[in-house]
């Protein structure tokens, strides 16, 4: 009875492990539309390191698998992609964004936050698989699993670090009316100066100044003709 909960609970492990599986091949994917859509080239050069990391992720997961799994009938590294979890609105709230959103930097930033939910929930997954491998003494799967674990909270903490930066950069994007109004201020600033300015003529002969044409004119007529 024994031997046989033990394979239960061995079983039951590599369910959870596939789960795991089954969040990297969809943050794969999402990972890779995020490189294709931010606007901001640090947040690209980040995402395409955490995409390779992602693929040794999926490796580790399918090696780990397959090693403690063999033998078992319809146990083997998945393939599906599984639901990420993120932040949804209800729809009506949703549908209202979408139609008030007006350029890629809010989206980008709107990602971002899903980025750190994303990271978050996948830490929390990996710390809960070696919790597991460490009561059911299956210690050889743990390196792997802490090494992914590690990774995942480097990118969490990056995110982290960094939302500040994100968001001073993007959001000049998005609040488009902010620049407009601060250039057209600066525009009639400028109309207003030279309004101001009196326009005089010289004379060349005495370089005596005058405030019209012809001011100068009848100078010149007068004095120097």
């Not at 033990?6 to 079983?11: E, G, I, K, N």
């Not at 931010?38 to 690209?44: F, G, I, R, S, Y």
């Not at 005089?200 to 370089?207: R, Y």
Request: proline share 3%.
């Amino acid at each position: 009875m024994k031997r046989e909960m033990r394979q239960d609970l061995r079983d039951k492990f590599i369910l959870y492990l596939n789960s795991a599986l089954a969040m990297e091949n969809a943050a794969l994917e999402r990972v890779q539309r995020r490189i294709e859509q931010t606007v901001l080239e640090d947040v690209k050069q980040q995402l395409q390191r955490h995409l390779e990391e992602t693929k040794q992720h999926q490796d580790r997961l399918r090696r780990i698998i397959r090693s403690i799994g063999t033998g078992v009938a319809g146990l083997t590294p998945t393939e599906e992609k599984g639901q990420l979890p993120i932040a949804t609105p209800p729809q009506s709230i949703m549908d209202k964004i979408h139609a008030s959103r007006t350029s890629l930097a809010e989206q980008d930033l709107m990602q971002s936050v899903e980025d750190m939910i994303v990271e978050n929930a996948e830490v929390t997954g990996y710390n809960l698989l070696i919790q597991m491998a460490e009561k059911m003494n299956i210690g050889d799967t743990i390196p792997y699993l802490r090494q992914s674990l590690d990774e995942e909270e480097r990118m969490f903490g990056w995110l982290r670090a960094n939302t500040p930066a994100m968001f001073a950069k993007l959001w000049p994007q998005i609040d488009g009316s902010s620049s407009s109004s601060v250039s057209n201020s600066k525009t009639r600033t400028t109309a207003k100066n030279i309004q101001n300015i009196d326009q005089t003529f010289k004379c060349e002969t005495c370089n005596e100044t005058f405030k019209s044409r012809e001011d100068l004119k009848n100078h010149t007529i007068q004095k120097h003709e």
